[in-house]
């Protein structure tokens, strides 16, 4: 191999080890040699698989090489976030008190990446419990684009690796926001998908009613192959769809024309930061110029919806510890263990309430979609906040409301977005910003992407690591 592949799109490398210019084995080698020289610093692997992933890769090259392709993710080296189960590997959820938990099977995702022929490299850090805040016995994974700079929440390392070049793609969850943070502030292009799209079984649980899993790479192409692998109904969980998935890979071109793309300035222009503001503005305009028909849009009010999902969420996250809290309560950090208590303080009365106003907000939305196809919004207010900012986030009163406007009431929905990157900062930090869809639009929203992506080249700028 005579250049450097790790910031190879997946689809580049897939084209590559489908030719045979390179093996899966030599692509799994490079990797595994980059992330012991890079990672140390960066920390975004909870654990690296070497053993497994090279195993894997040699029946990859077997495989390719006899003529049995898989597809777009076979031999290709990709990781997973801690909190899906992995047979026999540990699987700590960025939890102390799971530190030597071995699953006796895989999460469903876990499964179909391997039959699609994906090598598992290993598990990526994130957050205590796929909550806000790391463990304290836990380093955060550090920022590519600049070690001051916020890694996001809860994926950080799924964001820190896929953008450091660590993996070709990665898979990880959001409740509030935290497939599309990490994604912004680390630049790379996510979705999450429509509640029910893909399959909850064996991944830890965070608020089951809102946990969404998603993939996270350098390009739309990259993210349709890894939503076509582990899309799809799942009979171990109930919650998951009947509707047919696509072939989202096929389906993607360059060609807008007749879609109608809704757009509310009051809402994306509040509290916003002028250079989020000017970013979104000009995908907008990218988005018309390729064919998009611009429909000013109002959203509902999302401002009740956004202040329940913190409490709404805490009760959920309540049920899915009370095996271990609070009897082993001292082994929780004091952002997850005050979460909790938050769930463990609310009545039924209040729950309920919280149920009445979400269904009412979703079925609002659900109107909206009746006159656009897709609605473009922010990711972040502000661009790349700093550790030092994220460190006091807490002392203001309505901190996290303003960190998850735009993420948190499409959890709370269920409705599928792509996060796109839009630009860099003056200082040349990352941002992204979002479509938004219809219930099973993933499709459409692929395909909006990849046009957007075709005519711009944010996606395919990377951090000098």
């Not at 550090?142 to 990665?170: D, H, I, K």
């Not at 996510?190 to 946990?211: A, C, E, F, I, Q």
């Not at 222009?269 to 110029?289: C, F, H, L, Q, W």
Request: glycine share 10%; with cysteine; charged share 20%.
């Amino acid at each position: 191999m005579s250049f450097d592949i790790h910031f190879l799109e997946a689809a580049e490398l897939a084209t590559l080890l489908k030719s045979g210019a390179i093996s899966p084995v030599e692509a799994t080698r490079s990797m595994l040699g980059r992330i012991a020289a890079i990672d140390p610093q960066l920390r975004s692997f909870a654990l690296v698989t070497a053993e497994l992933a090279l195993e894997q890769a040699r029946r990859a090259e077997r495989e390719i090489g006899a003529g049995r392709y898989r597809g777009p993710l076979h031999g290709v080296p990709i990781a997973v976030k801690d909190n899906c189960f992995t047979k026999g590997i540990v699987t700590a959820n960025g939890m102390a008190i799971r530190s030597g938990a071995k699953p006796d099977h895989d999460a469903t995702v876990v499964e179909r990446l391997r039959t699609a022929g994906a090598i598992l490299l290993g598990k990526l850090q994130h957050t205590e419990g796929a909550f806000a805040e790391h463990h304290p016995t836990v380093a955060p994974p550090l920022n590519p684009w600049g070690a001051e700079l916020w890694s996001g929440a809860s994926s950080s390392g799924s964001g820190v690796a896929t953008a450091a070049g660590l993996c070709f793609g990665s898979l990880g969850t959001d409740t509030g926001g935290s497939i599309r943070l990490p994604c912004d502030v680390n630049g790379l292009t996510g979705m999450k998908p429509t509640y029910g799209r893909v399959s909850r079984h064996g991944v830890l649980d965070n608020s089951p009613t809102m946990d969404h899993v998603g993939p996270m790479g350098r390009s739309v192409l990259d993210i349709a192959a890894l939503l076509c692998a582990i899309a799809g109904r799942d009979e171990s969980d109930p919650t998951t769809s009947f509707e047919p998935t696509p072939d989202y890979v096929s389906l993607l071109d360059g060609d807008l024309r007749g879609l109608r793309l809704g757009v509310d300035r009051d809402y994306n222009g509040k509290g916003v930061d002028p250079a989020v503001t000017a970013a979104t503005e000009a995908a907008v305009e990218t988005m018309r110029s390729l064919g998009a028909e611009i429909i000013s849009a109002s959203l509902p009010d999302p401002d009740q919806v956004i202040m329940d999902w913190m409490p709404h969420s805490a009760i959920e996250m309540a049920v899915a510890h009370e095996a271990t809290y609070p009897a082993r309560r001292a082994e929780y950090g004091p952002v997850l263990g005050a979460m909790i208590e938050l769930g463990l303080g609310q009545s039924a009365v209040q729950y309920q309430k919280y149920i009445l106003r979400r269904n009412n907000f979703r079925g609002q939305l659900a109107a909206l979609f009746r006159s656009i196809d897709l609605l473009a919004i922010p990711t972040l207010a502000a661009p790349a906040p700093t550790n030092v900012q994220m460190a006091t986030l807490g002392e203001e009163q309505d901190s996290i409301q303003r960190l998850t406007r735009f993420t948190a009431p499409f959890d709370m929905t269920g409705n599928p977005t792509i996060i796109l990157p839009s630009g860099f900062t003056a200082a040349g930090h990352p941002m992204t910003f979002q479509l938004v869809g219809g219930h099973f639009s993933e499709d459409l929203l692929l395909r909006a992407g990849y046009a957007f992506q075709s005519a711009t080249g944010w996606h395919k700028r990377h951090p000098a690591i």
